[in-house]
């Protein structure tokens, strides 16, 4: 594998509520954008973090742990295994917003690529987001939990309609909102030299599709490189929110 990441608080922001983390005995990778207003943002996304990666520890250590959730008879062991592993990141940022007050009606978007012997699983829950580069293309293979999407899925937004829309930073599903969450995942079989861009929306929603891909075409050899180039462009075009960025690319 070849991994990169990096993260910066942006122009406007006076700290940074994103996390990021690089799993590599599992090759698991993920991007966690925090809300909640003061330090409860990214108390919730390093919550997910640590929580996935304890998990992913415990059932590597000992495969025959009890699991919290019971397992989907009709998906893998892997796709279960994440999947667990999220909710319960989920159940354990929604107690600690109710336990204390400090940190009431905080959560986190989430993004994560897992690969395995056969592939990859990709899962998420919020607006962050996963692209794949592949062949000259970028294509957004997650699907925004938000107000905004869910109007364009509705009433068919026109595109003017869709940059004027007034509540563009709602989103609908995130990490702790609720008891439970209902996680979206995929699975694909890359191709050799395909990447994994997982991006918090301070990235997205700075650069275009195609200025997100040629910045990654241009240092393909260089993941990191490619990374610090997408944030320095982000924050070029107004860094108005935190920005958080991952390249995963199995060699």
């Known amino acids: ?123 998420h829950v919020g607006d962050s987001r996963i692209y794949r580069v592949r062949a000259g293309a970028i294509d957004q293979i997650s699907e925004d939990h938000s107000l905004l999407n869910d109007y364009i899925k509705m009433k068919k937004l026109s595109q003017q309609e869709i940059e004027n829309f007034p509540h563009k930073n709602v989103i609908v599903r995130a990490l702790g909102m609720k008891e439970s969450v209902k996680v979206d995942t995929f699975f694909e079989t890359p191709k050799p030299g395909d990447i994994y861009l997982l991006c918090s929306d301070g990235l997205s929603g700075e650069l275009a599709d195609a200025k997100m891909l040629e910045i990654v075409e241009k240092h393909t050899k260089d993941l990191q490189a490619a990374c610090h180039a997408l944030i320095e462009e982000a924050n070029r075009n107004g860094g108005h929110d935190n920005i958080t960025v991952v390249l995963a690319r199995r060699q």
Not at 23 to 38: A, I
Not at 63 to 92: F, H, Q, V
Request: glycine share 8%; aromatic share 10%; with cysteine.
């Open 1 to 123: 594998m070849e991994v990169a990441g990096e993260t910066n608080v942006g122009m406007k922001r006076n700290h940074n509520e994103d996390t990021f983390s690089v799993f590599e005995d599992e090759n698991l990778y993920v991007v966690c954008d925090g809300m909640g207003g003061h330090a409860s943002g990214e108390v919730a996304s390093q919550m997910a973090v640590e929580c996935l990666k304890t998990f992913f520890k415990e059932t590597r250590e000992d495969p025959e742990a009890t699991w919290p959730y019971k397992m989907d008879r009709s998906r893998r062991y892997e796709e279960n295994r994440l999947i667990t592993g999220i909710k319960l990141a989920n159940l354990r940022i929604h107690e600690a917003s109710k336990r204390e007050t400090k940190y009431h009606g905080m959560g986190t978007t989430l993004v994560c690529v897992y690969y395995v012997d056969e592939g990859a699983y990709l899962a």
